[in-house]
């Protein structure tokens, strides 16, 4: 079986490469990109650890098809402070303010979700940008933790949600 | 696990996509969002030669309304868009509650309500409110459609009555008659993000005299396709609403379901909760007859 030739956009890059058509997006990304920041949990959608955004919605990357999304912008945990610097007008911005929240309040213990929370924490944030604590939990409802007990998420992402829209 | 060989198709107009489903028949898949697919394949429950996805072809993603007509969801609507759009929170907001009800976040963002109506799975959050309603699936051939209604579609766990060579390309959703009401409840074991170990559609109408005009209540999880609680409607069909015939109806409801204990939740614990949740579904769903 022949591998098609795309051209994926991740993260404000073109990547040419070539692919069998059965191989997902996280496999693209994680094997043959080298790009480990998203992770692989489940692999049938149930964890959120491959959560990857694709022209800004949250989708998990072990469910998607790497040939379909081609034409899409794809945004990694890569990306993610590299855009934070482009809203910001800079040219480079060391974390997105969710990381920093994220590390300021100890919602990373082995760290294995933190990506796919992380992305999640960006589609709400982009829609919601002053969530309640239920939407907040709502909205990362399709990620699981086995380490923090998530209250510590949710303190991360209402932190980041006020550094990033402050209440007046 | 990494995914089966397959060939993948992407035909980019309707008639194309139907002549490979001809060309292909017994060994060719389709999807949409894939959010079932994608797992089947991983899992090797399919093993298609082709998988043939329909998202190139164009149009299939739009919602409209219209007053006499009703509306009209395409097949690429995704559960997402379903659950925010303004013309379904206005005129079937049930609808949006189903489609919300559905899985996660990023899975709302990727599947799509007809996939959910085609996957046909009995526990299906999207199915019992679209029956409840006189939903109708629009099957295309490449050349011709037709109506299928929602009643005739289901024939099995994962069986619909689409032939070889269609593609559900929307589904409608008649309007209401004056004085009518819909609810949709779901109960699961783990969570909201669950899959439903029961869920109950209903649409009341009244008549003039608050009596019962007309009622469906649709019934996931506990058949092998989602079943009509038939008793139930029969009995609350031109009597008075009360707490008491509400009661009565749901007991009813219970006798018409025929559950299996799994993993999610045993025989006997479904058929209470299909009690509990009819009477629920059907006293919400008078209150907004009522107004
Ligand atoms: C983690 C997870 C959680 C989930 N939770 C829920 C839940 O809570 N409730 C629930 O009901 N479902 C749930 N699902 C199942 C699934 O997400 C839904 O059924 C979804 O709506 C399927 O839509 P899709 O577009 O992804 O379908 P696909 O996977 O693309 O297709 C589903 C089936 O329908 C067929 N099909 C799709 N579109 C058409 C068409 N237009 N014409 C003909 N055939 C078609 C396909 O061949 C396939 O057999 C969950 C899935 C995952 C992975
Ligand atoms: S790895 Fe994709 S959701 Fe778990
Ligand atoms: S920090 Fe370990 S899984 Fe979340």
């Given amino acids: 079986m022949k591998k098609e030739l795309i051209t994926l956009n991740i993260n404000g890059d073109d990547h040419e490469i070539a692919v069998y058509p059965w191989r997902t997006l996280n496999e693209v990304l994680r094997d043959q990109l080298h790009l480990t920041g998203t992770k692989l949990g489940c692999g049938t959608g149930d964890c959120g650890a491959c959560t990857v955004l694709l022209d800004g919605q949250s989708v998990s990357s072990c469910l998607t098809l790497a040939v379909e999304a081609q034409g899409q912008k794809i945004t990694t945990i890569e990306g993610l402070a590299l855009e934070a610097a482009a809203n910001k007008d800079l040219e480079k911005c060391e974390l997105d303010p969710i990381q920093e929240s994220f590390i300021a309040k100890g919602a990373i213990q082995c760290g294995f979700c933190t990506p796919g929370m992380i992305m999640s924490t960006k589609f709400l944030l982009d829609h919601t940008p002053k969530p309640t604590e239920a939407e907040i939990r709502a909205g990362l409802s399709g990620n699981l933790c086995r380490c923090t007990g998530y209250n510590k998420i949710v303190d991360a992402i209402a932190d980041a949600a006020e550094k990033i829209s402050p209440t007046k | ?291």
């Fill in chain 2, 1 to 291: 696990m990494s995914l089966p060989q397959f060939t993948f198709l992407a035909p980019t107009s309707l008639s194309e996509a139907c002549a490979l489903l001809e060309k292909h028949q017994g060994t060719i898949k389709i999807k949409a969002g894939g959010t079932d697919m994608i797992v089947r394949l991983s899992h090797r429950a399919v093993k298609p030669d082709y998988l043939m996805s329909i998202k190139k072809i164009p149009g299939l993603d739009t919602i409209s309304y219209a007053p006499d007509t009703g509306l009209t969801i395409g097949a690429l609507a995704l559960l997402r868009a379903v659950e925010t759009s303004p013309l379904i929170l206005e005129n079937a907001p049930m609808l949006a509650r189903a489609a919300h009800a559905t899985a996660t976040v990023q899975i709302r963002n990727m599947g799509t309500v007809l996939g959910n109506v085609c996957n046909a799975s009995p526990s299906a959050d999207n199915i019992p409110t679209l029956v409840a309603m006189h939903a109708a699936i629009v099957a295309s051939n490449g050349t011709t459609e037709r109506e299928i209604p929602i009643d005739e579609f289901f024939l099995g766990p994962g069986r619909t009555s689409l032939q070889a060579n269609e593609i559900a390309i929307a589904i409608k959703v008649p309007p209401l008659a004056p004085k009518s009401g819909v609810s949709y409840q779901k109960i699961s074991p783990r969570s909201k993000v669950d899959i439903a170990a029961v869920n109950i559609g209903a649409l009341l109408t009244l008549d003039e005299n608050e009596q019962c005009q007309a009622v469906r209540i649709s019934m996931g999880a506990v058949g092998p396709t989602p079943l009509r609680a038939k008793q139930a409607e029969t009995y609350l069909t031109d009597r008075k609403i009360s707490d008491e015939t509400l009661a009565a109806a749901g007991r009813l409801a219970a006798e018409d379901a025929s559950p299996i204990s799994d993993v999610r939740a045993s025989r006997e614990y479904r058929k209470l909760m299909v009690e509990v949740l009819t009477t629920r579904a059907l006293k919400e769903a008078y209150g907004f007859a009522k107004n």
